[in-house]
Structure formats: C-alpha cells, structure tokens
C-alpha cells in the first residue's frame, strides 16, 4: 500500500522531500568534486614528477655515497660537513646571496617606472611596450647581449666611456673579480625589469582613485600619498614581484653560464652553476644533491622571511 501510495504521488512532491533533497545536494558535490580533480589531476600529476620526487630524492641521495657505476651506501652527514669546509661552496653561497639581494634594486626601479608609465603623459603606450620587450627574450640571447656590451675590446659601455674620456683604458668587466658579479646582476635585472613594472602597473591600476582624492583634498602630497596609500596597497604585488625575481634571479643558471661561465675563478659562482658543475662535470651526483637541498632550504626561508616582512598574510583574501 506504502508504495503504491509513493507511485501515485507526483514526481514533483517526491523530488521536494528532505531526503531526496539530501541525496540530490550530495550527488551534486560528489560530481563537482570528481570535476575539479579531473582538472587537477594533470598539474598534480606534472607537480609530484618534477618536483616533489626530485626534492625526496635529493634528499636521500644526500645521505649517501652514490654513483651511476656502484651501489649506494650509507653516508650519514658526511657531505653537508664537507660542505662547511668547501671553500667554493661559501663563495657560490655568498654570491648567490647577493643576487638575491638584487631582486629589490630591480623591483624599486620598476616601481618608479610603472608610477611614471601609470600618470597621464603623452606616449605611456609606448613607454610600456619598450620597457617591457626586455622580458620575452630568450636568456641566452640576453647573455650574448651583455656580453658584447660588456667586452672589453669591442664593447658598446667601453666606447661610450672611451668617447667621453671617462676612463683611460677599457674596463675588462667579465674578467674582473671586482666588475663580473655586479655585470651579470645589471644583465638580470635589465631582463626582469619590464615584468616587475607590469606586475606593479597592475597592482596600481587597482588602487582606487578616491583614495588619493580624498587625502588630496586634506593637505596630503604626494610623497605623503604615496608612502600612506600606494605602498601598503602594493604589498601583494611587491611580494609577488620580490618571489619571482628571485627564483629568476638565483636559479638563472643560462644566463651565468653564457656571460661568465661561473668565472673568472669563481666570481660569479652562484649554488646552481655549482650544482651544476659537481653534478655533470665532475660527477658528485651525491655532492651535488647535497648542495641542491642547502639551496632548496635557502628558497624556501628567503621566501618566509619575504612574506613575514611584508606583514605575513601577503595575497590572503577574506571570505565572508
């Protein structure tokens, strides 16, 4: 009697009863949630082989004496005491610290350059276009660039300095330990700089112009503006900006290698051409993973101190 009572009752009033409700809002979200992790699953899948694997097995091989001719064996912290007496190893470390601190230089031109390119002046279209079409160009090209500017015989910064009589013979700055580093740090930045500025273009464009209005209109200038209003505002796209530049800036390993090759001696040795070297030159692959994992812990406190210094909650949004 129940059933038939069911099957006489419309199609209607059955799908409004609370359990059919239930049913129906679970197999919605069990469908939407099979949904996002087919879309998922090829960047998870693409995340886990190129990255989390390579870290894990870093790791492990780290802690061992290993080589493609033999079998592996325990090594304990062996290769991270011989790094504290690696004199080469402090060196690619301490260069590598410099770059990173280089990112900033880039970033606080570029910001001076998106303000500029972002007020109302005659040809800002293409102000932006010539400072951004550094970027889409290959490295190696951008090393060759500045190599040839940079050469001390035929070098377009040599000339220019020779024809004003600013120095007396030419500058051999891929061959000096004093001018190699800050020469590939002006080459990255040079690179980087039109993808600071449209990071730091957009993140100004979403200001929105009442505030500046408003604290026009109560005395503030702009300097004050700027410092009190544009700034705090353009914290998420700083640190944005900061990440980028230096992942690009310490992993940069093309660029280094084409202008200087690491040299002369070890001037421009960042960790990454070190790696480089003991891994594929010399065959260290344990060395090398050693080295990879003191880089890899490098990035990743340059990253949190980066974020805890721009307030600690950089890019969180509120959901209400």
């Known amino acids: 009697m129940a059933s038939l009572k069911e099957t006489m009752t419309p199609p209607a009033l059955r799908a409004t009863s609370p359990l059919r409700g239930e049913a129906l809002r679970i197999r919605h979200r069990t469908r939407r949630t099979a949904l996002v992790w087919c879309f998922l699953a090829p960047s998870l899948v693409i995340f886990l082989l190129y990255r989390i694997i390579p870290v894990i097995w870093n790791l492990v091989l780290s802690f061992q004496y290993w080589s493609p001719l033999s079998e592996a064996e325990p090594a304990g912290f062996d290769h991270y005491e011989d790094l504290l007496q ?3 190893f402090w060196q690619a470390l301490w260069n590598t610290v410099i770059v990173i601190a280089s990112a900033p230089v880039g970033i606080a031109i570029a910001l001076m350059l998106a303000v500029l390119v972002n007020s109302d002046i005659r040809g800002r279209d293409v102000y932006r276009t010539l400072i951004f079409v550094s970027y889409p160009l290959m490295t190696v090209a951008v ?3 500045w190599r040839w500017m ?10 220019v300095a020779r024809s004003l009589d600013l120095v007396d013979k030419p500058i051999p700055f891929l061959n000096s330990f004093t001018w190699a580093l800050p020469s590939v740090i002006v080459a990255n930045i040079w690179q980087m700089l039109g993808f600071y500025m449209i990071i730091l273009l957009t993140g100004l464009q979403t200001i929105p112009p009442e505030l ?4 026009a209109i109560d005395g503030a200038g702009a300097f004050h503006r700027f410092r009190r209003i544009t700034l705090p505002l353009l914290r998420p796209s700083i640190f944005l900006a900061f990440v980028i530049g230096m992942l690009n800036s310490i ?6 290698y084409v202008m200087t090759g690491g040299g002369p001696g070890r001037a421009t040795e960042i960790l990454v051409t ?3 070297k003991l891994g594929f030159v010399q065959t260290k692959f344990d060395e090398a993973a050693a080295v990879t994992m ?8 340059t990253t949190w101190a980066a974020n805890r210094l721009a307030g600690g909650n950089v ?6």
Do not use: M, P
């Not at 500046?212 to 604290?215: P, Q, S």
């Not at 992993?251 to 280094?256: A, E, I, M, Q, R």
């Not at 890019?315 to 209400?320: N, W």
């Open 86 to 88: 690696d004199d080469v």
């Open 143 to 145: 090393a060759i660039i």
């Open 150 to 159: 940079f050469d001390e015989r035929v070098g377009l910064i040599n000339y």
């Open 212 to 215: 500046h209005e408003a604290a």
């Open 251 to 256: 992993t940069s390993f093309d660029l280094v």
């Open 274 to 276: 070190y790696i480089y």
């Open 294 to 301: 003191v880089f890899f812990a490098l990035l990743i406190g």
């Open 315 to 320: 890019g969180a949004q509120d959901i209400e």
